[in-house]
């Protein structure tokens, strides 16, 4: 269960996602311990073959498994003041930033799209736990707002993926503001009687799990995910007692009524699907406006299992034509 | 006996002298009022000295002190008829948030805050203002409670955070606090927070989303505490460096003047010379004043208006007024 900080650097070298490595051949499952040829687990999107172990999906790779075709429109964010505290602790938080934009590709830890699900026009809203761990800063707190904005204009789902530990400390009290900011967000899409749907991945803490994270008309989460309010090892600290296998985790959420379903990656996209069509609106559905790009969506589609994506789309309005993603 | 923080050394000196003195004076006869009157003199200027530029860690130091005043000193002398109302309804009641309708200078008001203790057994009974989920679940059946009866809330953060403990995350802690969060942005009353110590990140922000956030002039908030922040940033143990802790304090600009600066906070109450634990009664005036000015304010807009109003307050941090 503590894979995630028992793996000795050499392995978690082995793990870094494609993006990073594409010259490894074999990888060693953390839940397992497995052998698995990486192209079977890339062809499973990051999943474990033989043990269902979910391990860190890129945000390009899940959102090519999210919309059709994978095909979807980047979403372009607002650019928030940067580092207005002027923060530096052992190094300058500028300097991070930078050292994170290079690293990622990404200008912060927050990505939004547009694109259809089996039709219907979806905004999605993702977290890089790789960028800074996913911390929620003023860039993200713009960002959740604009996918909120768009989703109210184009009358779509909002679905967030979620994957942090938190609040950004290098920005202080503006990063604490946006517990009340994205909640604010998460309020517009609601008032417009639309979905908002958080998708919880590993792991997502903090001032994330207690703002939009957790406040979804559906809250689903990914198989052995750690979702909590405070870190295990702070609360070990607070109680002076080991916790128990499995505690934070997803399936515990769901046996504590915190979130509505465990998820396995395979369904993600049919769960978010079938969830999305049942709950929107049909006159606001009729509504909405789908972009050009999307107008070539077949809806009836057939999937087809476990295909592996194409190149990364990274900088791409557009994706190129993928293999269908799985359902 | 007071107690005296680190950097007051030399004024406890003064005042220890002064003290010595007094007792001489009634015991011997001798005229010393003049020395007293000398060395009182000094200890005023020393301590208006060393409060007129406290560092951020030394209003860390200020907001954490132990007589300073806590929810209860505001309950017995700021309000009348406080008539306080427990549970969340739903697994129990949790006293680190304490909360009722009260009567606030002829009005009726929703009073809710976090109250610590102010001694070993009150400490342990508030769990030193760190709340579970019930606290949070209560204080929000009484924010509807208030948006029913159309009363304004008055909510009083001071907590070092919620608490990290196991129940607590079984319970949803962290849906509790986003979810408070939620009903104080969504609420149709006006709604004024009052930063009057700690200010300890989701545990206060939870209380805080308010149309109007003012900060009594030595207490701070922030997003994780200088200790815990230093400890991973500077991956320095908690205890072990409070020069850590310090550093982690300046770079993340806790106090109430960092924060007006920023946009964060509407406003700042003044504190009586040497920190609102010296003059108790004072302090809980200028809240009253403070707090009444501010519900003013807001008792003319409707209730979408007091909605938007606060919406667009913390839309508006960060997007205005920074370098």
């Given at each position: 269960?503590?894979?995630?900080?028992?793996?000795?650097?050499?392995?978690?070298?082995?793990?870094?996602?494609?993006?990073?490595?594409?010259?490894?051949?074999?990888?060693?499952?953390?839940?397992?311990?497995?052998?698995?040829?990486?192209?079977?687990?890339?062809?499973?999107?990051?999943?474990?073959?033989?043990?269902?172990?979910?391990?860190?999906?890129?945000?390009?790779?899940?959102?090519?498994?999210?919309?059709?075709?994978?095909?979807?429109?980047?979403?372009?964010?607002?650019?928030?003041?940067?580092?207005?505290?002027?923060?530096?602790?052992?190094?300058?938080?500028?300097?991070?930033?930078?050292?994170?934009?290079?690293?990622?590709?990404?200008?912060?830890?927050?990505?939004a799209?547009?694109?259809?699900?089996?039709?219907?026009?979806?905004?999605?809203?993702?977290?890089?736990?790789?960028f800074?761990?996913?911390?929620?800063?003023?860039?993200?707190?713009?960002?959740?707002?604009?996918?909120?904005?768009?989703?109210?204009?184009?009358?779509?789902?909002?679905?967030?993926f979620?994957?942090?530990?938190?609040?950004?400390?290098?920005?202080?009290?503006?990063?604490?503001?946006?517990?009340?900011?994205?909640?604010?967000?998460?309020?517009?899409?609601?008032?417009?009687?639309?979905?908002?749907?958080?998708?919880?991945?590993?792991?997502?803490?903090?001032?994330?799990?207690?703002?939009?994270?957790?406040?979804?008309?559906?809250?689903?989460?990914?198989p052995?995910?750690?979702?909590?309010?405070?870190?295990?090892?702070?609360?070990?600290?607070?109680?002076?007692?080991?916790?128990?296998?499995?505690?934070?985790?997803?399936?515990?959420?769901?046996?504590?009524?915190?979130?509505?379903?465990?998820?396995?990656?395979?369904?993600?996209?049919?769960?978010?699907?079938?969830?999305?069509?049942?709950?929107?609106?049909?006159?606001?559905?009729?509504?909405?406006?789908?972009?050009?790009?999307?107008?070539?969506?077949?809806?009836?589609?057939a999937?087809?299992?476990?295909?592996?994506?194409?190149?990364?789309?990274?900088?791409?309005?557009?994706?190129?034509?993928?293999?269908k993603?799985?359902? | 006996?007071?107690?005296?923080?680190?950097?007051e050394?030399?004024?406890?000196?003064?005042?220890?002298?002064?003290?010595?003195?007094?007792?001489?004076?009634?015991?011997?006869?001798?005229?010393?009022?003049?020395?007293?009157?000398?060395?009182?003199?000094?200890?005023?200027?020393?301590?208006?000295?060393?409060?007129?530029?406290?560092?951020?860690?030394?209003?860390?130091?200020?907001?954490?002190?132990?007589s300073?005043?806590?929810f209860?000193?505001?309950?017995?002398?700021?309000?009348?008829?406080?008539?306080?109302?427990?549970?969340?309804?739903?697994?129990?009641?949790?006293?680190?948030?304490?909360g009722?309708?009260?009567?606030?200078?002829?009005?009726?008001?929703?009073?809710?805050?976090?109250?610590?203790?102010?001694?070993?057994?009150?400490?342990?009974?508030?769990?030193?203002g760190?709340?579970?989920?019930?606290?949070?679940?209560?204080?929000?059946?009484?924010?509807?409670?208030?948006?029913?009866?159309?009363?304004?809330?008055?909510?009083?953060?001071?907590?070092?955070?919620?608490?990290?403990?196991?129940?607590?995350?079984?319970?949803?802690?962290?849906?509790?606090?986003?979810?408070?969060?939620?009903?104080?942005?969504?609420?149709?009353?006006?709604?004024?927070?009052?930063?009057?110590?700690?200010?300890?990140?989701?545990?206060?922000?939870?209380?805080?989303?308010?149309n109007?956030?003012?900060?009594?002039?030595?207490?701070?908030?922030?997003?994780?505490?200088?200790?815990?922040?230093?400890?991973?940033?500077?991956?320095?143990?908690?205890?072990?460096?409070?020069?850590?802790?310090?550093?982690?304090?300046?770079?993340?600009?806790?106090?109430?003047?960092?924060?007006?600066?920023?946009?964060?906070?509407?406003?700042?109450?003044?504190?009586?010379v040497?920190?609102?634990?010296?003059?108790?009664?004072?302090?809980?005036?200028?809240?009253?004043?403070?707090?009444?000015?501010?519900?003013?304010?807001?008792?003319?807009?409707?209730?979408?208006?007091?909605?938007?109003?606060?919406?667009?307050?913390?839309?508006?941090?960060?997007?205005?007024?920074?370098?």
């Amino acid at each position: 269960m503590s894979w995630l900080s028992n793996i000795p650097p050499g392995i978690k070298n082995i793990f870094k996602p494609k993006d990073d490595s594409s010259d490894t051949l074999w990888s060693k499952c953390p839940g397992c311990g497995e052998m698995i040829f990486q192209r079977d687990l890339d062809a499973a999107h990051q999943v474990c073959p033989s043990c269902d172990h979910h391990l860190a999906l890129a945000p390009s790779e899940r959102l090519a498994l999210l919309y059709d075709d994978g095909a979807y429109e980047e979403i372009e964010l607002p650019d928030p003041v940067t580092d207005p505290l002027k923060f530096r602790d052992e190094k300058k938080y500028a300097d991070r930033l930078k050292e994170n934009r290079r690293k990622t590709g990404q200008q912060d830890a927050m990505r939004a799209a547009y694109g259809t699900v089996d039709g219907v026009g979806v905004v999605a809203a993702i977290q890089n736990f790789k960028f800074m761990g996913g911390s929620m800063g003023m860039a993200l707190g713009e960002a959740m707002l604009k996918a909120a904005e768009v989703a109210v204009e184009k009358r779509a789902p909002l679905v967030v993926f979620a994957a942090s530990g938190g609040a950004r400390m290098q920005e202080g009290i503006l990063s604490l503001m946006q517990m009340p900011r994205t909640t604010i967000a998460v309020q517009m899409v609601k008032e417009a009687g639309l979905p908002y749907i958080v998708f919880l991945t590993n792991p997502t803490t903090g001032g994330v799990t207690a703002s939009y994270a957790m406040l979804g008309d559906v809250n689903l989460a990914e198989p052995g995910a750690l979702i909590g309010f405070a870190g295990p090892r702070v609360i070990e600290q607070t109680i002076r007692e080991k916790l128990p296998e499995g505690f934070q985790r997803a399936e515990f959420l769901l046996e504590k009524g915190m979130v509505d379903m465990v998820v396995s990656r395979a369904d993600m996209k049919s769960t978010l699907s079938k969830l999305i069509r049942l709950l929107i609106k049909e006159r606001r559905q009729a509504a909405a406006a789908l972009p050009a790009a999307a107008d070539t969506h077949k809806p009836e589609a057939a999937p087809n299992a476990n295909k592996k994506p194409a190149a990364k789309t990274k900088d791409a309005k557009k994706a190129p034509p993928l293999d269908k993603a799985a359902e | 006996m007071r107690t005296y923080l680190d950097f007051e050394k030399p004024i406890a000196e003064l005042e220890g002298r002064i003290a010595d003195l007094r007792q001489m004076d009634g015991e011997t006869g001798v005229n010393v009022a003049e020395e007293i009157e000398k060395l009182q003199g000094k200890a005023d200027s020393l301590l208006a000295d060393a409060y007129s530029k406290l560092s951020r860690w030394q209003k860390a130091q200020v907001a954490r002190h132990a007589s300073r005043p806590h929810f209860a000193d505001y309950v017995s002398q700021l309000v009348d008829d406080f008539t306080p109302l427990a549970g969340d309804r739903a697994f129990g009641e949790d006293s680190a948030i304490l909360g009722g309708p009260a009567r606030l200078r002829g009005r009726s008001v929703m009073l809710i805050g976090h109250e610590k203790g102010s001694d070993t057994a009150g400490r342990v009974e508030h769990n030193f203002g760190m709340a579970r989920p019930e606290g949070y679940r209560k204080a929000m059946r009484l924010m509807d409670m208030a948006e029913r009866f159309d009363m304004p809330v008055v909510t009083l953060v001071d907590t070092p955070g919620a608490y990290p403990g196991r129940g607590a995350e079984e319970r949803g802690q962290a849906e509790a606090i986003a979810s408070c969060t939620e009903k104080c942005l969504g609420l149709h009353a006006p709604l004024v927070s009052v930063i009057v110590g700690e200010g300890g990140s989701g545990g206060a922000v939870a209380l805080a989303a308010a149309n109007k956030v003012l900060m009594l002039e030595h207490s701070v908030y922030s997003v994780i505490s200088p200790e815990g922040c230093a400890s991973i940033l500077w991956k320095d143990a908690a205890g072990k460096g409070e020069n850590k802790a310090q550093d982690a304090a300046e770079a993340m600009r806790i106090s109430a003047q960092d924060l007006l600066e920023l946009g964060v906070i509407d406003s700042i109450i003044p504190e009586p010379v040497g920190g609102a634990h010296r003059d108790v009664r004072l302090t809980v005036e200028r809240l009253g004043d403070a707090v009444e000015s501010a519900i003013r304010e807001l008792e003319h807009l409707s209730p979408d208006e007091l909605k938007q109003q606060r919406r667009d307050k913390f839309l508006a941090i960060g997007r205005t007024g920074l370098a």
